[in-house]
């Protein structure tokens, strides 16, 4: 498999027509996405949280978690974000995929649309 690498725009939830347009490495196998640290306070996106990383050697790290708008062509959503430091990579991970209702086709190597599925009630699952 190659890798997947798109441009998205990432912007402040509460001000979402300023945006800017990174380079992601799309990693369906990360959970969060993660943002240089400059980029989103540039944004005004401040973090509520903080979130211990485990690293592929076994080392641990500790990095803040907020909340940011991605928008990818017509799609666009809502999800956490890592302030990332110097060394992280940018990613874009499975969460924010699916707050966009994208999944990535890895054969492709390019982002198609999630079936969206909602389950009603009654059980029953409406498409």
Sequence with gaps: MGLTVLKLEVGNIENPDVTETLEFLIDSGAVYSVVPT???ER??????????????DGSTIVRKRGGALFKYGNR???????????????????????????VLDPLRRELKPLPMILADLAGEVSV
């Design 38 to 40: 400059p980029v989103l």
């Design 76 to 102: 666009v959503g809502v999800a956490d974000v890592i302030f990332g430091e110097e060394g992280d990579s940018l990613l874009l991970g499975a969460l924010t995929l699916e707050s966009m209702g994208l």
């Design 43 to 56: 944004l005004g996106i401040k973090p509520f949280a903080q979130e211990e990383f485990r690293l592929a």
